[in-house]
């Protein structure tokens, strides 16, 4: 019933794997974002896109590479990743600015974990 | 850049009792303020939420208070129940942008 769908919901990848992080969201919102969330830290914003474009990049290495083909959905694309890039990783949605139109919607979240 | 403390990291209360989340920040420019709750296992969803133009807000068992002079702003949760056991995390947020800093979250655990 949430608005913001992620899949998978768990990820066990090697180092040398390639693989995708998929968020579709039924709100008719706006912008679209990845956050990471790891154990006694705050959450971090990764990327913001807005109608499509990106916004924020919030100096992600580029081991992580987004995709927002459309409004509704958005991709985390995963190369060549650390052990240390093991979190929770959370895709969210908004209809607009948040001072302005407030709430974050956020999905289940993926949890990630790199061997 | 935004730096958001949030104390405590955990707290523990007795059913009925009140809890309080302080958070502090760095930019003044900042001026808007949710606040999350995530129960375990599950999403982060926003529970209240306060502007710059006021400096308290209050939803039944829940409210915020805004000092913008100190940069400081609180969550009061009062006759607190097992079922608010979760994670809080404050944020700041500002102009028409898109970016929240979070703070690192405060564990609350209500005892029946």
């Known amino acids: 019933e949430t608005g913001v769908t992620q899949t998978p919901r768990h990820l066990v990848m090697g180092m040398t794997n390639k693989k995708s992080l998929k968020c579709e969201q039924h709100?008719?919102?706006?912008?679209m974002y990845w956050y990471k969330q790891s154990a006694k830290k705050p959450l971090e914003l990764m990327f913001v896109?807005?109608?499509?474009?990106?916004?924020e990049n919030n100096s992600v290495p580029s081991r992580f590479s987004p995709e927002c083909p459309n409004s509704s959905h958005l991709f985390l694309h995963l190369h060549t990743l650390q052990p240390e890039d093991s979190a929770l990783y959370l895709c969210a949605s908004s209809q607009g600015p948040l001072a302005n139109t407030g709430e974050l919607f956020f999905g289940e979240g993926s949890r990630l974990t790199v061997l | 850049g935004e730096n958001v403390e949030q104390h405590p990291s955990t707290l523990s209360v007795q059913e009925g009792d009140s809890a309080v989340i302080k958070c502090t920040y760095s930019d003044s420019a900042s001026n808007y303020f949710p606040w999350y709750k995530q129960e375990l296992g599950k999403r982060p969803q926003l529970i209240i939420d306060?502007?710059?133009?006021?400096g308290e807000k209050k939803d039944q068992r829940i409210a915020v208070t805004l000092n913008k002079t100190a940069k400081h702003f609180s969550l009061h949760i009062t006759e607190t129940q097992p079922e608010d056991s979760a994670v809080y995390f404050c944020a700041c947020g500002g102009g028409s942008n898109y970016k929240l800093t979070f703070g690192k979250g405060t564990l609350l655990t209500v005892n029946p």
């Open positions: 709100l008719g919102h706006n912008a």
């Open positions: 896109y807005n109608f499509k474009e990106q916004t």
């Open positions: 306060i502007r710059s133009n006021v």
